[in-house]
């Protein structure tokens, strides 16, 4: 994979990044997470937080952030298209890794995702059925802990705010990773005082990306984070290559540009807010 380069041709600006959202679990079965991490530093993403989708990369991701302090953090969470018939008693090992050295940032990512269910409809309402009960049982858990929360949200935008209300857990503590929606349900986000993070798409020329960059200016500053959500979501002008921590330098540049400011102020502010949401050192 070429090594990262600045998109503008104006020179390499110094700043110092957080991608707040990743998967590196490829990477490191590939043998590749060191070469990854070396690109990262060098394009001054100062360290990420690897998310857990299910059992089966939780104790990897924790034996990754254990051999890199400071610049790997963790999460643990059934994604919503991970919900298999064993959800419960995976749910049943979360606090056992709350109790472990070092400590996951936050649980998740959890929440609801209606666009790839199956497309015949006995099957589709099984499925909702499944996510449904273990997006509550780890908004429960998640009340209890009272720690921070990744939600995942595809086309089930409405619902999922609903279950957090019901939920009681703390709205200042809730993060909608790789948010899609438009400047209307920012809204209903940025009221409860809820937080909204930003990938790629960001980047891209599509007209369907348009909507996303209006949220992004809507979004409260304070309450504005970057992510890749590598391998997925390839920032322009990689587009096309799998993701990797590094090009979130390339999100950060097309937010920057969104909000008319400049690229070292968009970065002290969003890294400032992924330590506070995350409390990382």
């Not at 619902?159 to 909608?176: A, L, N, P, Q």
Request: charged share 25%.
């Amino acid at each position: 994979m070429a090594r990262f380069s600045p998109s503008s041709g104006e020179g390499f600006v110094s700043v110092k990044l957080i991608d707040s959202h990743c998967h590196l679990e490829k990477a490191a079965k590939a043998g590749e997470l060191e070469s990854v991490l070396e690109r990262a530093l060098a394009a001054g993403v100062q360290s990420c937080i690897t998310v857990g989708t299910g059992l089966k990369d939780w104790e990897l991701y924790r034996s990754i952030a254990e051999k890199h302090p400071g610049r790997v953090h963790w999460t643990v969470g059934i994604h919503p298209g991970c919900v298999e018939d064993t959800w419960a008693d995976e749910i049943k090992a979360i606090p056992s890794y709350f109790a472990t050295d070092p400590l996951p940032v936050a649980l998740g990512e959890i929440g609801l995702d209606y666009f790839h269910l199956p497309k015949f409809p006995d099957e589709a309402v099984e499925v909702r059925s499944r996510q449904t009960a273990a997006f509550k049982a780890q908004l429960e858990l998640a009340y209890q802990l009272d720690c921070p929360v990744i939600v995942h949200s595809r086309n089930a935008f409405a619902d999922c705010v609903r279950m957090i209300d019901e939920s009681g857990v703390d709205w200042r503590k809730v993060v909608f990773h790789c948010f899609v929606e438009g400047p209307e349900s920012l809204a209903i986000l940025r009221d409860r005082g809820g937080w909204a993070s930003f990938t790629g798409i960001v980047s891209y020329k599509a007209k369907n990306a348009d909507p996303v960059r209006a949220s992004a200016r809507a979004q409260d500053p304070a309450r504005l984070m970057v992510e890749t959500d590598a391998p997925y979501l390839t920032p322009e002008p990689h587009r096309g290559r799998p993701n990797e921590p590094a090009y979130v330098r390339h999100v950060a540049e097309a937010l920057a540009r969104e909000l008319d400011m400049p690229l070292e102020t968009l970065a002290e502010l969003t890294t400032a807010n992924t330590r506070r949401f995350f409390m990382l050192p």
